[in-house]
């Protein structure tokens, strides 16, 4: 069997520590993580180090959480050199805290940086944030369930200038949220809208980046999604608007058949798409589990098709944040079906707690995906 690494046997960047002299009473960070929700609360520091053309990466420190303050010419707010990525921290029964796939999200931070022509962080310093932030503030890493801390490691253009170019100088920063479960009140498919008039991205673009820009864009998406009666938008490809891409900011995944005969789908990467952390663990979760595990694509037709036919069982989304999102039922201009019973279906929640189970350590982990930062 696999052994977990632990980022104690990792090389990682030295970060200066310059702790909080106000911290989060224990009574309040108590309360805190009772009901953390998502994004609502931030722990006591964060992260930042500096990039320069003279200097590269310089300047790592851990300080208290805080405002940020820009010049207005600032290169992010003009011309949106502004990337980020999601990320999670657990705790176990014996209380030791783990990452889970950090290093592909460093790859990925890497992938979108060089989109951007911005400069990239090196790996010991991506982790090694991630390490000392979790570390001092380990008491804000909640325990119980599918609670966790989320991280959000991003990185801004902080040249001061109206010209448009990549910018001569970077802020990296990594901030923390203790993150309840998801669905706190049980498992609820999402009514999803096709979107055909707006278009997330396309070959050549950001798509596969994860960059603000591409948020920004999608907003409009999700409003007309919402006046629909529909909790999320799904992306259909730029050229025809037929083939489905992807849900929101998550990736997708349908269900062909049931029980043993059951396999999973999900629309290939074609660099309009993101490379999902999720989406690939479930490539291998499901092989584990004896269900066969394809990348294709579908278009919407088949989409609906599959549904009035049977063939199609499930369909869900997968992300960092709610990890697996079954989808009840879809609404669009070619008309309105529903996706097996409309209910969260038996391979969607057999997916979701295998994943969910290694993530937590309830079960070991033979893939060598989760790294330890703190002992129990």
């Given at each position: 069997?696999?052994?977990?690494?632990?980022?104690?046997?990792?090389?990682?960047?030295?970060?200066?520590?310059?702790?909080?002299?106000?911290?989060?009473?224990?009574?309040?960070?108590?309360?805190?993580?009772?009901?953390?929700?998502?994004?609502?609360?931030?722990?006591?520091?964060?992260?930042?180090?500096?990039?320069?053309?003279?200097?590269?990466?310089?300047?790592?420190?851990?300080?208290?959480?805080?405002?940020?303050?820009?010049?207005?010419?600032?290169?992010?707010?003009?011309?949106?050199?502004?990337?980020?990525?999601?990320?999670?921290?657990?705790?176990?029964?014996?209380?030791?805290?783990?990452?889970?796939?950090?290093?592909?999200?460093?790859?990925?931070?890497?992938?979108?940086?060089?989109?951007?022509?911005?400069?990239?962080?090196?790996?010991?310093?991506?982790?090694?944030?991630?390490?000392?932030?979790?570390?001092?503030?380990?008491?804000?890493?909640?325990?119980?369930?599918?609670?966790?801390?989320?991280?959000?490691?991003?990185?801004?253009?902080?040249?001061?200038?109206?010209?448009?170019?990549?910018?001569?100088?970077?802020?990296?920063?990594?901030?923390?949220?203790?993150?309840?479960?998801?669905?706190?009140?049980?498992?609820?498919?999402?009514?999803?809208?096709?979107?055909?008039?707006?278009?997330?991205?396309?070959?050549?673009?950001t798509g596969e980046t994860k960059c603000a820009g591409n948020y920004a864009a999608s907003l409009i998406?999700?409003?007309?999604?919402?006046?629909?009666?529909?909790?999320?938008?799904?992306?259909?490809?730029?050229?025809?608007?037929?083939?489905?891409?992807?849900?929101?900011?998550?990736?997708?995944?349908?269900?062909?058949?049931?029980?043993?005969?059951?396999?999973?789908?999900?629309?290939?990467?074609?660099?309009?798409?993101?490379?999902?952390?999720?989406?690939?663990?479930?490539?291998?979760?499901?092989?584990?589990?004896?269900?066969?595990?394809?990348?294709?694509?579908?278009?919407?037709?088949?989409?609906?098709?599959?549904?009035?036919?049977?063939?199609?069982?499930?369909?869900?989304?997968?992300?960092?944040?709610?990890?697996?999102?079954?989808?009840?039922?879809?609404?669009?201009?070619?008309?309105?079906?529903?996706?097996?019973?409309?209910?969260?279906?038996?391979?969607?929640?057999?997916?979701?707690?295998?994943?969910?189970?290694?993530?937590?350590?309830?079960?070991?982990?033979?893939?060598?995906?989760?790294?330890?930062?703190?002992?129990?």
């Amino acid at each position: 069997m696999t052994t977990s690494p632990s980022l104690a046997d990792t090389h990682l960047w030295p970060i200066v520590a310059q702790p909080n002299p106000n911290p989060t009473s224990p009574e309040r960070r108590a309360e805190i993580l009772a009901e953390p929700g998502f994004g609502k609360h931030y722990t006591d520091h964060m992260v930042r180090a500096t990039w320069t053309e003279d200097e590269g990466w310089h300047d790592a420190e851990l300080v208290a959480y805080q405002p940020l303050t820009f010049d207005p010419a600032t290169n992010f707010l003009h011309y949106g050199q502004a990337i980020f990525e999601g990320m999670k921290a657990y705790r176990h029964a014996d209380g030791s805290i783990w990452l889970y796939r950090p290093l592909k999200n460093a790859t990925r931070f890497n992938n979108s940086a060089r989109r951007l022509a911005m400069a990239e962080v090196p790996e010991e310093l991506f982790i090694g944030s991630i390490a000392a932030l979790v570390s001092a503030d380990r008491d804000w890493v909640p325990s119980g369930g599918e609670t966790s801390l989320y991280l959000r490691p991003f990185m801004l253009g902080t040249e001061i200038g109206l010209g448009v170019r990549p910018s001569n100088t970077y802020q990296f920063l990594l901030i923390a949220s203790p993150a309840g479960a998801y669905f706190a009140k049980g498992i609820h498919p999402v009514t999803v809208w096709l979107s055909d008039d707006y278009v997330r991205a396309a070959p050549g673009g950001t798509g596969e980046t994860k960059c603000a820009g591409n948020y920004a864009a999608s907003l409009i998406a999700q409003a007309e999604a919402a006046q629909h009666g529909c909790d999320q938008v799904v992306w259909l490809d730029a050229a025809e608007h037929r083939w489905i891409e992807e849900m929101g900011g998550m990736n997708l995944y349908f269900v062909y058949g049931s029980g043993d005969q059951a396999r999973i789908m999900t629309p290939s990467l074609t660099g309009a798409l993101l490379p999902g952390v999720t989406r690939d663990s479930l490539l291998t979760v499901a092989q584990d589990l004896g269900i066969r595990a394809d990348e294709g694509r579908i278009s919407v037709e088949e989409w609906q098709a599959g549904c009035a036919s049977g063939e199609i069982t499930e369909v869900f989304a997968c992300g960092t944040a709610a990890v697996v999102t079954p989808v009840g039922f879809v609404k669009s201009r070619l008309g309105n079906w529903t996706v097996g019973n409309g209910g969260a279906g038996e391979v969607t929640m057999r997916l979701r707690n295998a994943l969910l189970d290694i993530q937590t350590g309830a079960v070991p982990d033979k893939h060598a995906w989760l790294h330890k930062i703190i002992d129990s």
